[in-house]
């Protein structure tokens, strides 16, 4: 129970993969064993790959008849015991929303990569947008919250899958990986480590497992099939599971543990990467496939001597409040290039006492690294 | 409930939350007394529902795993745990509106996949829970809270329905046929494939009132009228069959 390192499933040593590819093989590794999933594009590839090395590793995989029964399918197997998860992008990740909440309420792990694409609405399905995320953060109705990260390489998307199935199961909450087609379909050299640290479900028999007196706010988890008798619900419940639906205090209580669990140990569960950040004057915060370019852009200025810097969000929710407001004490201006319409920037003014200055790109291209450069030149 | 099926029921509960005259009180009966006839341990059963009055016979009554899931996708909720864990002996028990309106595309992909699920659809053949609203299983002409002047569609045939879409086993039963009702919850569950038993369940509060019917006891007089066996409806001429129900067993044999 708790943390433990594990052989790797996949042969230590150095790999040629898409970032879809490596979402499967970073979901394997971490003990993932029940795939359901719909065909959209471009997440397709991760369950092609998952239907075919499930075999390998005696995992249950489904193709279901669209995201609604994929979503709560994966659900019904983590609550028979499995690590589960499902992959999809922005019309299939709308679908899977009410059950996104239901998994909140019923503090069920699972983990989902949403590999987003040019919309709203059907948009561009082949091109690249990061355009997802107040939806991974507040898609389904009611105050939950939830874990997102934001992988920026072949690497983290599978160093990320296993930290999702981590976070999941430490904290019993949805957790997504907030790729983007650009990542999904990129082609780089990664390398598999021959042991992978994974975190395993906490069982604790007869305790209540909807509700806890411990400090993290994170009650144990049972299965089917193990003489509990659960009560699993989606309607509001007490700690052993009962409804009660018109309890004021029952629902506060609830509500309240659900998103407390995950924003009091924020500490712990964010990440970010930070570049020359020391003496920045200009700092770029950005995530995701558009930090690569930050990265390229603010070295090329340093070369140049401009005092400029770059904070990568690893972790998109929850958000890097703190961090945000210290580097924004330092700094006399921030630059926040998205490809939405600046769903990030606007968290960034929450926090940030400097002045924040929005770069937004929503034309299903990436922002390329000349675009940054000539924008940061401009505000210096 | 009968009081030797009580060691069924989860300790603590002692009403069930079902109108007066509702017929989904007798269904949970008689799903108990299969159970018990074939002594399986509840230690080895999960009961699914979804939305709706019939998602409260197993939530929280019933003394084993329940999953009390979204509105219609109570099937893919038990897709999941029964292909990761096969041990589990998994029902569905569910409304005709969850099951077979907004869960109508997992009930046929399910049947299709003939995955080893037991489904019992209480059909009431109307939404009672929020109020009285037509469903797709409404008789031609009955009166709801959205078609005050009667409804204009055809409802489903749920059995053929299932039937066709490639399920193992297929039965209809009115509550008001308790023993074949029994024994048709028993065979389905010795069955390894999809099964699928549309139980009729009389809704007083919200389809009697509307539909001149004065009082419970004529709901049941009325189903036991209206419920005849595939054999008799041998006999009947299409223009009989028009006001009868016909119950029985269906197979694609």
Redesign the interface.
Known sequence: MGYRVIDSTFSAGHYYFSGNEAVAEGAIAAGCRYYAGYPITPSSEIMERISVRFKDVHGVFMQMEDELASICSVIGAVWAGAKAMTATSGPGFSLMQEAIGYAALTETPLVIADIQRAGPGTGQATKVASGDLMQAKWGSHGDYYIIALSPWSVQEMYDQVIDAFNLAEQYRAPVFIMGEEAIGHLRERIEVKAKVRVFDRIKKKGAPPFGTNQDDGIPPMPSFGEGEKLLVTGSTHNEIGIRKTDDPEVHSRLVSRINKKILNNRESIIQTGSYHLEDAEVIVVSYGFTARSALFAIEQLRKEGKRVGLLRLKTIWPFADEIIHDIGQKAKKIFVPEMNRGQIAGEIMKYATCEVIPYNQTNGEIIHPHQIIKEVRSIL | MARELEEYL?PGIDSTPFCPGCGHGILMNLILRAIDGLKIS???M?F?SGIGCAAWIP??NF????????H??AI??????????P??NVMVISGDGDLTSIGG??LI?TARRNIDLTVICANNMIYGMTGGQVASTSPLGALTSTTMDGNSYRPFDLCKLVLGAGASYVARYSVTQPLALVGAIKKSLGIHGFTFIEALSPCPTQFGRRNRYDSPADMLKNLMERCISREEADNFSDDELKDKIVTGEFTNE
Do not use: I, W, Y
Not at chain 2, 63 to 70: I, K
Not at chain 2, 76 to 85: D, E, L, P, S, V
């Open positions: 989860r509840m230690d080895e999960l699914v939530s929280p003394n084993a795993d329940t999953l009390h899931t979204l219609g996708r893919a909720f038990a897709t999941g745990a029964k292909m990761f864990n041990q589990l595309n997992h992909h």
